[in-house]
């Protein structure tokens, strides 16, 4: 009785997550997060440490930092870090600072592994020495000068602590960090018998056993006016300041991985995915951008004009600049310095480090079609044979969670779904595939082989007290794989093999949802912060990396599937940097309005900016049910999406194309049509993604770098350097004003 009691709870509170939009007060404010509150508290000036011991050590520029003034004793003892400064070829740099491991910290801080690609270390340039200068207005401070590029220098001024990257001609700065004093760096230490470093927020104990261990620094960036990047949040392209005068939104922009139903719009809110990296550009049409390789919490400050008039900090005023301020739970610094200076060439230096984009299946570039759930056979054939009978192309059919057998991945609901090798082979027969969910929650259930193989291998998450994490998802009590170590993400990879995956066949492909993890009843519907993996390593420190693991453990199980011949596709809801080299990402739970469609755009152009070219929305939305108008907009516009899908939650009315009348059916057939006579083009488009990192959809001013009126437009797109696109965001619109970017007149016929 008493199971079924809880049975029914939990149908309850599953309904009420299918009901009920966002709430505010479910997720942690900055004013709600200590390590957030404590770094917006500091003052410019504050960081006191002073750049000592520097040299020239295995080809890199090191150094010890330390406090300059005398240690009040009734403080804390403040170690010394260790800083080294490592340049790369085309411009980029590496600054790393860490606990040294010599003076023996309660435990090594975790360093994100699996994301910088093997590649990228051949690239490095072994420094012989170093030069030092005075610089003007340093009062007799001095500064290591070493080569990074042609016309560039990197700079690590050592009192007070600064490092920059500077053109060699005029010393004009590009990027600078720590240049307002703000950098602060909260040690590891043994706790006092009298302190309290649990966390509480809304029924929920974080135990913090290793304590603080906050990171947090300024980041200018000279020459610039205006910063991107940073994803995932529903917000314009351009990112508003979010601290200084005139600004009332205060919140900072948060990268936390969460699964948000109903995510708001124009919110600096994080939402499925993070990627630390920012792009800068000017009025000068130069670009450069700064990458944190941290996979904790982080809250971000674009910081408007002004917000340092009382810090007293002289800073170049010859020069327009942007600061931001950049803190993190937990990690080390980890930080990229590109100097561009064009904006495809930050792209193509960042993804130097991370990995170049996947390349595709033809197939893929395609028109999607899904919904949770199409119900049967029956329904996936009716449906097929529809897009037939009104001559609409499409390419993909994709099947949601209650095609399972109990929402037991990898397997199929044998009256609804008995025949799935003969399904997926008639779709086949049409040049078409299907597309299967698996979730990284695994059903806690004995007779499941899943969980009985990795419950007894011991491949689970832990919570704090080293038993294996429980947590609720679709399932019901659910438990999740560690993919941190990669010999669970082999084991994982393994189970799409046509023997493991009974009923798959070479047609079906693979949808990662729910990957943030996702977990309703955890804190923030996520994981507790202090589960443990692998080698005692605490989800708070790689919390934003998890899904990214799940989506390579998937890809390297389709790519072993196939014996390296076939290319995957796997799309994942949850990202992070280096998430392009396994597939694409959408961007979640959107909702069927104007505004959903309007900010679908800027989301699009940031994750291709940040190395996410194969992105898209769900068209139509997720949420609600689209009038007509609004459907058929989103077609005009999703064709030119990166990622082509309908999608829609299992409360709403069926949206196929064909039901909304002759006249709708037409348009919407029409705007598919035209994504496939551009096919040609995009496949070209993704190979340029492959070999460059080129996005395939762009902002304005990618192409048009000195347009200045590009800068803060995110209605319109490029697509490729030869197609504009313009959306259409209103209802009832009659006409459309387009900005043309460039010097060019244009001639109407």
Avoid at 622 to 641: D, K
Wanted: charged share 25%; with cysteine.
């Amino acid at each position: 009785m008493k199971m079924k009691q809880v049975a029914f709870l939990f149908l309850i509170f599953l309904a009420s997550q299918t009901v009920h939009s966002w709430k505010k007060d479910e997720f942690r404010a900055c004013d709600q997060t200590p390590f957030c509150k404590r770094a917006r508290f500091r003052k410019p000036g504050a960081c006191t440490l002073i750049a000592h011991d520097v040299s020239i050590s295995d080809g890199d520029l090191t150094a010890k930092l330390i406090p300059k003034a005398p240690h009040d004793q009734d403080q804390d003892q403040i170690k010394p870090l260790t800083l080294s400064v490592s340049v790369y070829q085309d411009g980029i740099m590496r600054l790393k600072i860490d606990e040294d491991p010599s003076l023996d910290p309660p435990k090594k801080r975790f360093q994100v592994a699996d994301v910088v690609i093997s590649e990228f270390e051949t690239r490095k340039l072994w420094l012989q020495s170093a030069s030092t200068e005075k610089i003007n207005g340093d009062e007799g401070g001095l500064s290591s000068v070493v080569y990074l590029s042609d016309g560039y220098e990197a700079v690590l001024r050592h009192d007070p602590f600064e490092v920059y990257v500077r053109e060699k001609a005029g010393n004009r700065r590009v990027v600078s960090l720590n240049s307002h004093g703000l950098f602060d760096f909260e040690q590891l230490r043994v706790k006092k018998e009298d302190e309290d470093w649990e966390e509480r927020f809304r029924g929920h104990t974080d135990t913090r056993p290793y304590g603080p261990q906050s990171i947090s620094f300024d980041v200018s960036f000279y020459g610039s006016d205006f910063v991107y990047g940073i994803p995932e949040h529903a917000t314009s392209f351009a990112l508003k300041p979010t601290r200084g005068p005139g600004v009332e939104e205060s919140e900072p922009y948060r990268l936390f991985n969460l699964d948000v139903f109903e995510y708001l719009h124009e919110s600096p809110f994080g939402i499925y995915g993070s990627i630390p990296f920012m792009v800068s550009h000017g009025k000068s049409g130069q670009s450069s951008g700064f990458f944190w390789l941290n996979a904790a919490e982080m809250q971000i400050d674009v910081l408007a004009k002004g917000w340092d008039a009382e810090g007293g900090i002289l800073m170049p005023t010859e020069q327009s600049r942007i600061d931001t301020f950049w803190m993190s739970e937990a990690g080390i610094v980890d930080t990229f310095f590109f100097v561009g200076p064009g904006p495809k060439d930050v792209v193509k230096q960042y993804v130097s480090v991370t990995g170049l984009p996947a390349m595709l299946q033809l197939f893929s570039t395609g028109y999607h079609q899904c919904r949770w759930n199409y119900r049967d056979e029956e329904d996936v054939e009716n449906v097929d044979s529809k897009f037939d009978e009104h001559d609409i192309p499409y390419d993909v059919l994709w099947l949601d969670i209650e095609h399972t057998d109990g929402k037991r991945y990898f397997t199929w609901d044998k009256m609804l779904f008995p025949h799935p090798e003969e399904m997926q082979r008639k779709l086949a027969a049409k040049g078409r595939h299907m597309v299967t969910i698996v979730d990284p929650h695994i059903k806690r259930d004995e007779s499941f082989h899943l969980h009985k193989d990795a419950s007894q291998r011991g491949y689970y998450v832990k919570d704090a007290t080293g038993k294996d994490y429980d947590g609720w998802c679709w399932p019901g009590s659910s438990s999740y794989p560690d993919m941190l170590n990669p010999e669970i993400r082999s084991w994982w990879a393994e189970k799409f093999s046509y023997d493991n995956y009974v009923g798959s066949t070479p047609s079906l492909y693979i949808w990662n949802d729910m990957n943030e993890p996702s977990v309703f009843n955890g804190p923030e519907v996520t994981m507790p912060r202090d589960a443990l993996h692998v080698g005692g390593v605490e989800h708070r420190e790689l919390h934003n990396a998890y899904g990214y693991y799940f989506h390579m453990a998937t890809a390297e199980g389709l790519l072993k599937r196939g014996d390296g011949k076939d290319r995957p596709f796997v799309l994942s809801r949850a990202f992070f940097a280096g998430s392009q080299r396994y597939g694409a990402v959408w961007t979640g739970d959107n909702s069927a309005d104007w505004d959903h469609l309007r900010v679908s755009v800027p989301m699009v152009l940031t994750l291709g900016l940040t190395g996410m070219t194969f992105s898209g929305a769900d068209v139509g939305g997720f949420f609600g049910n689209p009038e007509p108008e609004l459907l058929v907009r989103w077609y005009q516009l999703g064709a030119y999406y990166p990622f082509f899908r309908g999608h829609a939650h299992h409360d709403t009315k069926r949206r196929e194309p064909w039901l909304f009348g002759e006249r709708n059916t037409a348009l919407m057939r029409d705007a598919i049509r035209i994504r496939y006579t551009l096919l040609p083009y995009f496949y070209t488009l993704f190979r340029e993604a492959n070999v460059s990192g080129v996005p395939v959809v762009r902002p304005l001013w990618m192409e048009f770098p000195s347009d200045e009126a590009a800068f803060s437009n995110d209605e319109a797109f490029m697509v490729g350097n030869s197609l504009l696109v313009q959306g259409i965001y209103t209802a009832r619109a009659k006409h459309a004003s387009v900005y043309l970017p460039g010097k060019e007149s244009v001639v109407r016929p």
